[in-house]
């Protein structure tokens, strides 16, 4: 199986080619902003570089959040409109659950994971294995609340790093489509307000 695996949640805009056992392209920069116009051309160039043709891709993993609502959308959109006339699935994984897998592979292993979202904030969430504990779908609150989940679980903390598509991507290899669609898990509502104050309803 041969996967495609993007993020652009964050700074980073980064494309991995996988099979079972082998990268086959890895393409990673720190851009900070303009993941749209790179994207492409990033996938294109790690086609060139694994040596395939669009049409061998057997599945895509996309990193899910958080994120803002344009940087995370620029993978989202990508990856379906890739997907959709092959016939292909999307799988989306977020950071969180990709970070507890790297942090703690372990099935039995708990672990809290949470990643820094700016203003004081950040998204957290209690996995045993690749599951979030029940009551514990990751949600925004501070590093205390954080914390003290960890203090209750008796769990380790795990703060969210670059996202390693080459992982991603791996990981995807045995999970459902089903179980794991690609849904935006965006960092906060949006900010901009509609005539008299009231905010825009998430998508």
């Given at each position: 199986?041969?996967?495609?695996?993007?993020?652009?949640?964050?700074?980073?805009?980064?494309?991995?080619?996988?099979?079972?056992?082998?990268?086959?392209a890895h393409i990673s920069e720190n851009i900070g902003r303009g993941h749209a116009e790179?994207?492409?051309?990033?996938?294109?160039?790690?086609?060139?570089?694994?040596?395939?043709?669009?049409?061998?891709?057997?599945?895509?993993?996309?990193?899910?959040?958080p994120g803002s609502f344009t940087g995370l959308r620029v993978a989202l959109s990508f990856a379906i409109g890739f997907a959709m006339p092959r016939e292909v699935p999307v799988i989306g994984i977020n950071a969180l659950t990709?970070?507890?897998?790297?942090?703690?592979?372990?099935?039995?292993k708990t672990t809290v994971v949470l990643k820094d979202i700016r203003r004081n904030e950040v998204m957290f969430a209690t996995y045993s294995g690749?599951?979030?504990?029940?009551?514990?779908?990751?949600?925004?609150?501070?590093?205390?609340?954080?914390?003290?989940?960890?203090?209750?679980?008796?769990?380790?903390?795990?703060e969210v790093g670059t996202i390693d598509t080459r992982i991603l991507a791996w990981l995807a290899i045995n999970l459902n489509p089903a179980d794991y669609p690609p849904?935006?898990?965006?960092?906060?509502?949006?900010?901009?307000?509609l005539p008299g104050g009231a905010?825009?309803?998430k998508a």
């Open positions: 199986m041969i996967v495609l695996g993007l993020d652009t949640t964050g700074p980073d805009c980064s494309v991995s080619i996988v099979d079972e056992a082998t990268v086959l790179v994207l492409a051309g990033m996938v294109t160039e790690a086609f060139e570089a694994a040596g395939l043709a669009p049409h061998a891709i057997d599945r895509l993993a996309v990193c899910t959040g990709l970070a507890s897998q790297q942090s703690a592979p372990e099935q039995d690749f599951n979030c504990l029940s009551g514990s779908s990751p949600r925004t609150g501070t590093k205390s609340d954080a914390r003290q989940e960890a203090e209750h679980f008796r769990a380790p903390m795990t849904e935006p898990l965006y960092s906060r509502g949006p900010d901009a307000k905010s825009p309803r």
